[in-house]
Nanobody, 125 residues
Framework: QVQLVETGGGLVQAGDSLRLSCAATGRTYDIHTEAWFRQAPGKAREFVAARASLSGSTYYAESVKGRFTISRDNAKNMLFLQMNWLKPEDTAVYYC??????????????????WGRGTQVTVSS
């Protein structure tokens, strides 16, 4: 089992930055893909960014490309999401996710085995 805990959400203004953190504990050596998803009120959960553990390759949704950066501190077992130039449409609960598998289906939430409880990000205009 892997446990994930997100921190770093908050209320900011459009154009501001936030950095989300995800602390991983447990069988973290089993993880091959880590990702961030988000869910706005009344909407489906959507892919934001992913990182392949072995290669370090990163992937982004078009809506955040160039503004968000996913990264990892292996020594601390922490995953990060640096969010710059935030927009009101970025308002959502942000979830950290992890899975033992690698592969091209990293955009699909159903492919992830482990989830955090989420952290709220609210961007005012």
């Amino acid at each position: 089992q892997v446990q994930l805990v997100e921190t770093g959400g908050g209320l900011v203004q459009a154009g501001d930055s936030l950095r989300l953190s995800c602390a991983a504990t447990g069988r973290t050596y089993d993880i091959h893909t880590e990702a961030w998803f988000r869910q706005a009120p009344g909407k489906a959960r959507e892919f934001v960014a992913a990182r392949a553990s072995l290669s370090g390759s990163t992937y982004y949704a078009e809506s955040v490309k160039g503004r968000f950066t996913i990264s990892r501190d292996n020594a601390k077992n922490m995953l990060f999401l640096q969010m710059n130039w935030l927009k009101p449409e970025d308002t959502a609960v942000y979830y950290c996710a992890a899975r033992p598998a690698s592969g091209t289906d990293y955009r699909y939430s159903v492919s992830y085995s482990y989830w955090g409880r989420g952290t709220q990000v609210t961007v005012s205009s």
